[in-house]
T-cell receptor, first 111, second 116 residues
Framework: GESVGLHLPTLSVQEGDNSIINCAYSNSASDYFIWYKQESGKGPQFIIDIRSNMDKRQGQRVTVLLNKTVKHLSLQIAATQPGDSAVYFCAEKQGNTPLVFGKGTRLSVIA | GAVVSQHPSWVICKSGTSVKIECRSLDFQATTMFWYRQFPKQSLMLMATSNEGSKATYEQGVEKDKFLINHASLTLSTLTVTSAHPEDSSFYIC????????????FGNGTRLTVT
């Protein structure tokens, strides 16, 4: 369902540090998960995905971890840069059903 | 590859008028396109699923007569907001699924609709 909130959770990190963004998903039957980055005024940009038969997947500077036991997904960004500042959404999907987005976290990188 | 284009990127219209938003898959064929709406500081909310050549499937609470969706070809879907009201002001985003590669979902850059 739709998440309603006045403020997005915000994570502030120092440039060069690692960032960890967490997401609790709702459907235990979801079998596909994606992290998206959304900059102001733009559509979501694909970062990395993972299927439920995996618990970790690495990309360039990013790692996604999946813990199905507690329905938890995390995105790790190594050596965070100012260009990483954005809102990050996790999304889940079960089979052919539409993608469902989480609430989002704003990442603010301090130079 | 896998580019989704939305047009217009922003539009201002008067209350009571209709606005059409286009979503195109530029370099792939999209069997399915999705329309999302996003209010400020909130997440994306799915409005409807559009399959080429068939009627769209609307999510609960989304008025199909108000938000008309047409998916006439494998590269184009349109969303028409009819008789727009100020509360329809929002960021509308489309996404498309490639016929050849269903994952991941690719998104357009959104359309900012302001109804005055």
């Amino acid at each position: 369902g739709e998440s309603v909130g006045l403020h997005l959770p915000t994570l502030s990190v120092q440039e060069g540090d690692n960032s960890i963004i967490n997401c609790a998903y709702s459907n235990s039957a979801s079998d596909y998960f994606i992290w998206y980055k959304q900059e102001s005024g733009k559509g979501p940009q694909f970062i990395i995905d993972i299927r439920s038969n995996m618990d970790k997947r690495q990309g360039q500077r990013v790692t996604v971890l999946l813990n199905k036991t507690v329905k938890h997904l995390s995105l790790q960004i190594a050596a965070t840069q100012p260009g990483d500042s954005a809102v990050y959404f996790c999304a889940e999907k079960q089979g052919n059903t539409p993608l469902v987005f989480g609430k989002g976290t704003r990442l603010s990188v301090i130079a | 590859g896998a580019v989704v284009s939305q047009h217009p990127s922003w539009v201002i219209c008067k209350s009571g008028t209709s606005v059409k938003i286009e979503c195109r898959s530029l370099d792939f064929q999209a069997t399915t396109m999705f329309w999302y709406r996003q209010f400020p500081k909130q997440s994306l909310m799915l409005m409807a699923t559009s399959n080429e050549g068939s009627k769209a499937t609307y999510e609960q609470g989304v008025e199909k007569d108000k938000f008309l969706i047409n998916h006439a070809s494998l590269t184009l879907s349109t969303l028409t907001v009819t008789s727009a009201h100020p509360e329809d002001s929002s960021f509308y985003i489309c996404s498309a699924v490639s016929r050849l590669s269903p994952s991941p979902l690719h998104f357009g850059n959104g359309t900012r609709l302001t109804v005055t």
